[in-house]
């Protein structure tokens, strides 16, 4: 979750939303500012055009208003001349009124009084010589009848001298016979009061009469040229009576420039007064107002981008710092603390992050804290386990040397009885000779059943000790199950005889065959079964049946032994399987016996997979039975019980004991065999080395070096034949086992030597035999270890290396014999050593050993042997990995071999 | 017609203008004109005062009422400032018409954009000279007679400016005089023929229909040359009671000391068309104000106006001008309807 590839398509780029706030603001404000604008603009563009028009017209209208005043004025003027009364003044006064006139008004160029008759008085000019009584006759002049018809006379406009625009005003007196007062005036004058109108700064105002004709503009000279105007379209309109347009007209002036252009109506007069403004100075105020307003826009729009950066950021900055710091908090930094000081509901939400990162960082601690105390817990836990284990270990370590030294006093012990006992036994042996009287015959009898009793008891002793220390072996071989039985209960017969009891002998037909077993074991339970049953019966008799159920791969024995002895109380049936018991010391007492015959025959049957069971009522006798299954036999089984050897074998004895050197040699002769003594290890080795032999014996307590070191010394010789050692001593603990096992000897023959053990050790053909049979279970695996290994890895992890040790072991003998078969010493060496490391992880000491053996002996090793060397190891792990197949299966289904 | 920066119809009112405007004015004017700084325009006068006269005076170019200053107080407000953007060239024919040829040459020779010509005599000179070169006149009194244009409204070819006194003038100065000197039997008429439209008789013919009307016998008394003044004046001393007429005549202007201190010398009451004479101690001059409207002129033919498209001003004010003093010295009473008509009076 926290890893960078997870974040990366998170990370949000920064400033979007801030470019998105800050578009939006902008692009608001600049739409509402530019509407806003738009419209005052569109407005004050359409008011201020109006109002200019209006303006135009007002000024327009003034100017007609001041043109008429200055006609009106003059008029006024020469109505006061004429309302003079006449007789007030003479002509010379009439004139000198006049001469006042024309001072008071510049523009009036001469002024003539003409009686009710339009008779000239007087007349006055500027120009010309005054004129006083002419009489001449201007009765029919526009001007004396237009002032006669009306109140006031206005003549048309004239033009004097060609450039100088005039016009004839006439006024008549009141009274009976009123005088007429005719004025001409110089229109020029006008020219000041045109120039002296202002229309804005270069707008102008000019006059055209009723003809349009220009009687007066602000270039004098234009006015003086006599213009006639009529031809233009807005002069003809106006002329026509068409009004101006409310907003004026926009139109090119004399100088072609374009104008805004209204114009008004002089009263009485019907002169048309044109206003023209320039539009550049006539729109300059709206273009200025325009101006002002994008200038304002653009300041507006500035402000507005600044503050949507102060908002935008306002707004995205705090919401960057909550994602930020939700990504912190993502990525488990809790101690992180946003601040974010907004005062609105981001802040809220900031305090609310914060609040959830603390909410997260107390979880985590207190889940921290669990962890901790569980962990510390478990630590504790697992010490004291540790402690326990150590202390179980301990123990067992200690209940391992206490039964190790047990088994080596049981040794030691048996050693040391059997030694003195072999010599006296082989001595008895000897005596008899053929020579002896009877009742020499019958002591030495005697001397030599004391001697068995007392082996029997040792070996008893011994046999318990072995099976106690679990190293005993079953050596099996094929037998006759009816030649074992009958030998039993000839064995045993005649004691039963002797205490006069019945002995009775049922052999079921079944039991006419061969099997596979060890016969040694089997006779040993049959006779300690039968002898009780003749021990405890004081009389009656004692019974022996035996059958033999054939089954698929086996054959299971029955034998029964009843009797109709002292019987045994139900409390002790089991007790008495037990070691050291009896029914109780009384019958001890009666009876004898080491107590240990039931406990040795159980645990052997127990050896063989069988069973033995009690069956008794006290007083009433007891019923034996022992099942045990043995193995299907092979063909060619000898009969007979001496067969005479095979052939004549060439035997190394090795023995320090001097007596023991000669029973040894005694007892070879007799099977046939050809023996040579070597006094010690030394000479055995050079003896080995010198001689060609094909088995060796060799004890294996000697002084100058012991039986498992002359064997891998002999072993090392590098001999063509290499001779089969086979060792001889009483010591038959579990670790010298071992240790035999690891120089190659896998015989072992218990002393003292008895001819039957011998023969069979000596003639046990291990070509004959497959290396699966001559190992036990019990030598190829470690059970210790491999148990421990169990309970140290579990059984899964067992089961995945069990496969595993499979696979690669089938690989590795590939390996290991294709090497031999092309003498590759080195990949021979290392394959074995890889065989052999995997084989030790669980506990295949066998196939561990052998293959640091034959890893060590590798590089020395002779072509020829490398793949007896190979297929040896072959052999050893097919059986090592059976049988840790059958350790790993479930006990229920554990199979019975 | 080209754009012009200064209104034609602006009143020669220095008031209105500030000085601030007026640089802008000078400055604006060259962009407006569209011409380039070193493009000096040349404004010409041709006169018959020498240069030394009042009138023509350099000093008294900022006078206004002058006409010299009148024209370039005129042109400043309208954008054109001497030695800046126009170069103005005085030439003067001292009255003389040998130098006047010379004159002309010398100022065609200039190329000038503008010519003034002060009176008939030289107007006449530089249009038999030039007929491109447009040509202003300040004083004119019969243009159309004198064939210098066609119109006046329309004058055509090359030149266009202002009259004076009309024709029938004449007769108003007699009257005038007369009125001024009650008894008087004959006048004396003082003019040069050469410098006085058609010789003289432009005026005298209304001086002697008004002479006929009110029986007083109308004496012209012409001059060729200065000397010949006092003796032409002199001889109206002498009874019968005479006076005089000066007419329009860019010579007696010329001389105007000479013929004042001749009519003061010899007692002659005399009336003079121009205030000028009045300066130097006349007795009465009646005539058309001279507005100065030359400048007027100048600006739209600088400006590409050709002359022969503006008419031709005539006077529209008249003023009359009498001397109190210089009256009682002559043992003359001013009547009332003189008075009531005199524009100044001067003590």
């Known amino acids: 979750m926290n890893e960078p590839a997870d974040q990366e398509p998170l990370r949000t780029p920064p400033g979007r939303l801030f470019r998105k706030y800050l578009y939006a603001i902008v692009a608001l404000v600049f739409a509402a500012l530019a509407i806003s604008t738009g419209f005052d603009v569109w407005f004050s563009y359409r008011e201020q055009k109006q109002l200019l028009a209006a303006t135009q017209r007002e000024q327009a209208a003034s100017a007609a208003i001041q043109i008429g005043q200055f006609i009106g004025q003059i008029e006024n003027q020469i109505r006061w001349l004429a309302r003079l009364p006449p007789e007030l003044s003479s002509n010379e006064d009439e004139r000198l009124n006049a001469i006042r006139l024309l001072r008071l008004s510049p523009a009036i160029a001469e002024i003539a009084r003409l009686d009710a008759q339009g008779r000239e008085q007087v007349r006055v000019s500027r120009r010309v010589a005054d004129k006083v009584g002419s009489n001449a006759d201007l009765s029919t002049s526009p001007a004396f009848r237009g002032a006669n018809d009306s109140r006031a006379y206005y003549g048309p406009v004239y033009f004097f001298g060609d450039t100088e625009p005039f016009m004839t005003l006439a006024t008549r007196g009141t009274g009976r016979a009123p005088d007429v007062i005719v004025a001409e005036v110089n229109l020029r004058f006008i020219w000041d009061l045109v120039a002296g109108i202002r229309v804005g700064n270069t707008g102008k105002a000019y006059v055209v009469n009723r003809m349009g004709v220009l009687i007066a503009h602000p270039d004098l000279w234009r006015a003086l040229q006599r213009s006639d105007l009529s031809g233009h379209a807005d002069v003809r309109a106006a002329l026509d009576g068409v009004g101006p347009p409310s907003g004026g007209l926009v139109k090119e002036d004399l100088s072609g420039q374009r104008v805004l252009s209204t114009y008004a109506t002089v009263p009485s007069l019907g002169w048309l007064v044109f206003v023209e403004l320039p539009l550049t100075e006539a729109y300059a105020p709206i273009y200025a107002s325009i101006g002002r307003s994008t200038f304002l826009l653009v300041i507006l729009l500035v402000g507005a981008v600044l503050v949507s950066l102060v908002l935008s950021r306002r707004m995205t900055v705090p919401i960057q710092v909550l994602t930020q710091g939700a990504k912190r908090i993502g990525s488990g930094d809790l101690g992180q603390r946003l601040a974010i000081k907004t005062g609105d509901e981001l802040e809220a939400l900031g305090d609310q992050f914060n609040r959830m990162a603390a909410h997260l960082r107390e979880s985590y601690a207190t889940l921290e804290r669990k962890v901790v105390e569980r962990t510390s817990e478990l630590e504790k836990a697992r010490d004291q386990a540790l402690a326990e284990h150590d202390a179980a270990e301990r123990a067992r370590s200690a209940a391992v040397a206490a039964n190790e030294t047990k088994s080596r006093f049981l040794a030691v012990v048996s050693h040391e009885l059997r030694t003195p006992l072999n010599g006296v036994m082989g001595v008895l042996q000897l005596l008899d000779d053929g020579s002896l009287s009877e009742a020499q015959r019958r002591h030495l009898a005697t001397a030599a059943a004391s001697g068995e009793t007392l082996i029997a008891l040792v070996d008893a002793v011994l046999e318990y000790a072995r099976l106690e220390a679990s190293t005993e072996m079953l050596e099996t071989r094929d037998f006759r199950l009816d030649q074992l039985i009958e030998a039993a209960a000839d064995l045993m017969r005649p004691q039963a005889l002797d205490k006069g009891l019945t002995f009775g002998l049922a052999g079921d037909a079944t039991v006419n065959t061969a099997a596979h077993g060890d016969p040694v074991r089997l006779n040993r339970i049959l006779l300690n079964l039968i002898g009780n049953a003749i021990k405890f019966t004081p009389n009656g008799g004692s019974g022996v049946n035996a059958a033999a159920e054939r089954r698929d791969d086996h054959v299971l024995l029955r034998i029964t032994v009843r009797d109709t002895g002292i019987g045994i109380a139900p409390d002790l049936h089991e007790r008495i399987f037990e070691d050291f018991v009896q029914a109780d010391d009384s019958i001890a007492r009666r009876f004898g016996g080491t107590g240990l015959g039931l406990a040795i025959a159980r645990r052997l049957t127990r050896l063989m997979h069988g069973e033995l069971a009690v069956e008794s009522t006290p007083g009433a006798g007891s019923t034996f039975t022992l099942e045990v299954p043995l193995g299907l036999a092979g063909n060619g089984i000898a009969q007979g019980a001496l067969a005479p050897p095979s052939r004549q074998l060439r035997v190394l004895l090795v023995d320090d004991d001097p007596v023991n050197c000669e029973v040894g040699e005694a007892i070879l002769k007799r099977l046939g065999h050809r023996a040579t003594v070597a006094r010690n290890g030394t000479s055995a080795v050079e003896l080995a080395r010198d001689q060609a032999f094909d088995v060796i014996l060799m004890d294996l307590h000697m002084p100058d070096m012991d039986g498992v070191e002359a064997a891998s010394r002999i072993a090392k010789l590098g001999l063509p034949k290499m001779p089969r050692i086979i060792a001889v001593t009483a010591d038959v603990s579990r670790s010298a086992r071992e240790r035999l096992a690891g120089a190659g000897i896998a015989k072992v023959v218990s002393k003292p030597i008895l001819i039957n053990a011998l023969r069979e050790a000596i003639e046990d053909d291990p070509a004959q035999e497959t290396t699966a049979t001559q190992l036990a279970a019990g030598a190829l695996i470690d059970r210790h270890f491999l148990e421990d290994q169990r309970e140290l890895l579990g059984a899964a992890q067992i089961d995945k290396l069990h496969h595993l040790l499979d696979e690669t072991g089938e690989k590795l003998i590939e390996d290991i014999t294709k090497a031999a078969a092309t003498g590759d010493h080195a990949r021979l060496a290392r394959s074995a050593h890889q065989l052999g490391s995997a084989a030790s992880a669980l506990g295949l000491v066998r196939l561990f050993e052998r293959c640091r053996e034959i890893e060590l002996a590798a590089a020395a090793m002779p072509l020829l042997e490398c793949p007896s060397a190979a297929r040896e190891l072959a052999a050893l792990r097919v059986a090592s990995m059976s049988a840790l197949d059958n350790l790993l299966r479930p006990s229920g289904q554990r199979s019975l071999d | ?347």
């Not at chain 2, 041709?46 to 200053?69: K, Q």
């Open chain 2, 1 to 347: 017609m080209i754009e012009r920066r200064a209104p034609a119809h602006t009143v020669p009112a220095v008031a209105r203008r500030d000085v601030l405007r007026l640089a802008g004015a000078s400055a604006a004017g060259w962009i407006a004109l569209g011409a380039t700084p070193d493009r000096m325009r040349i404004v010409a006068s041709l006169t018959a005062l020498p240069l030394d006269d009042e009138l023509t005076r350099r000093s008294m170019t900022d006078s206004p009422t002058s006409r010299l200053g009148g024209l370039i107080v005129g042109l400043r407000q309208r954008g054109w400032v001497e030695g800046v953007n126009f170069r103005l060239e005085l030439r003067s024919t001292f009255g003389a018409p040998d130098r006047l040829t010379t004159a002309v040459q010398e100022l065609l020779d200039l190329k000038p954009d503008v010519i003034l010509t002060g009176s008939t005599v030289e107007t006449a000179a530089v249009l038999a000279a030039t007929k491109t070169v447009p040509v202003v006149f300040a004083t004119a009194n019969d243009p159309v007679g004198n064939g210098f244009v066609e119109s006046l409204a329309h004058p055509g070819g090359n030149v266009t400016g202002f009259t004076n006194s009309t024709a029938e003038m004449g007769g108003k100065w007699l009257q005038l005089i007369r009125e001024a000197v009650p008894d008087v039997a004959r006048v004396g008429v003082l003019f040069n023929p050469a410098t006085t439209p058609r010789g003289g008789r432009f005026f005298l013919e209304s001086i002697e229909q008004e002479a006929a009307a009110c029986g007083v016998s109308a004496v012209p008394a012409p001059v060729n040359v200065p000397t010949e003044i006092d003796e032409a004046i002199r001889r109206f001393s002498e009874p019968p009671k005479a006076a005089m007429l000066a007419l329009v005549d860019s010579f007696l202007v010329v001389n105007r000391q000479a013929v004042v201190a001749a009519a003061a010398k010899y007692r002659v009451p005399t009336i003079y068309p121009f205030h000028y004479f009045m300066d130097v101690g006349g007795l009465m001059s009646y005539g058309p104000t001279l507005e100065v409207r030359s400048a007027d002129y100048v600006d739209l033919i600088l400006r590409g106006t050709k002359a022969g498209d503006l008419p031709v001003q005539s006077p529209r004010k008249y003023e009359l001008l009498i001397n109190r003093t210089v009256a009682r010295t002559l043992g003359l009473t001013i009547p009332f309807t003189l008075l009531a008509r005199a524009d100044e009076i001067r003590e």
